[in-house]
Nanobody, 124 residues
Framework: QVQLVESGGGLVQAGGSLRLSCAAS????????MGWFRQAPGKEREFVTT????????DYADSVKGRFTISRDNAKNTVALQMNSLKPEDTAVYYC?????????????????WGQGTQVTVSS
């Protein structure tokens, strides 16, 4: 099993940037496809982005494409989410998650392991 801990959330003005980090322990991160999801108040959890085991393949929700970048450092057992040009509608709790394969990468129920989440608030 792998334990995931997110960090880097906070309050930022619209147009600003934040960098989220997800640290893994208990297992080697290179075994997993990693994803970021988010959940805003009163809304369902939604897919944000994902990266395959090697880091060669990524996938982004249309709402964040061109603004967010996912990356991973398997040697350090970490995954990062660089968020630029933030908008108020990006406000949510952001979760890091891990799954065994790249298939079904946009479906949250396919992810076996989750972090506790980190709050991102974008003010207008």
């Amino acid at each position: 099993q792998v334990q995931l801990v997110e960090s880097g959330g906070g309050l930022v003005q619209a147009g600003g940037s934040l960098r989220l980090s997800c640290a893994a322990s208990g297992s080697t991160l290179s075994r997993y496809t990693m994803g970021w999801f988010r959940q805003a108040p009163g809304k369902e959890r939604e897919f944000v982005t994902t990266i395959n085991r090697s880091g060669e393949n990524t996938d982004y929700a249309d709402s964040v494409k061109g603004r967010f970048t996912i990356s991973r450092d398997n040697a350090k057992n970490t995954v990062a989410l660089q968020m630029n040009s933030l908008k108020p509608e990006d406000t949510a709790v952001y979760y890091c998650a891990a799954k065994d394969t790249y298939l079904g990468r946009r479906i949250d129920t396919r992810y076996a392991y989750w972090g506790q989440g980190t709050q991102v608030t974008v003010s207008s």
